[in-house]
Nanobody
């Protein structure tokens, strides 16, 4: 049974940092490209970052590039998102997702992703 679960969200002041994690089970983690998405109140879910199966290649949205870092540990089936220099526009529910249908390119399309977590809330206070 597939299980994807995010953790590590919370309340942080503007300019601060936060690290969210994602644990995965029920599928061969190392064979899946992994991504982070987020959804702010009243807005559509948007792509944040993705990482290749080996962890060598990454891609970020323009809004987070240079501030966020995506990483993975295939031995532990874990995905991470280190978020620095947070601002109020980063407030959202953050979702972890897995896809076996995108092994190259940006992989930003939500419909490409097979498995999703329930999300973790990140709130940035100004």
């Amino acid at each position: 049974q597939v299980h994807v679960e995010e953790s590590g969200g919370g309340l942080v002041q503007a300019g601060g940092s936060l690290n969210v994690s994602c644990s995965a089970s029920g599928f061969i983690f190392s064979l899946f490209t992994m991504g982070w998405f987020r959804q702010a109140p009243g807005q559509e879910r948007e792509f944040v970052a993705r990482i290749s199966r080996t962890g060598v290649h990454t891609h970020y949205s323009d809004s987070v590039r240079g501030r966020f870092t995506i990483s993975r540990d295939n031995g532990k089936s874990m995905l991470y998102l280190q978020m620095n220099a947070l601002n109020s526009e980063d407030t959202a529910v953050y979702y972890c997702a897995a896809t076996s249908r995108c092994t190259g390119g940006v992989c930003s399309e939500i419909t490409l992703y097979d498995y999703w977590g329930q999300g973790t809330q990140v709130t940035v206070s100004s």
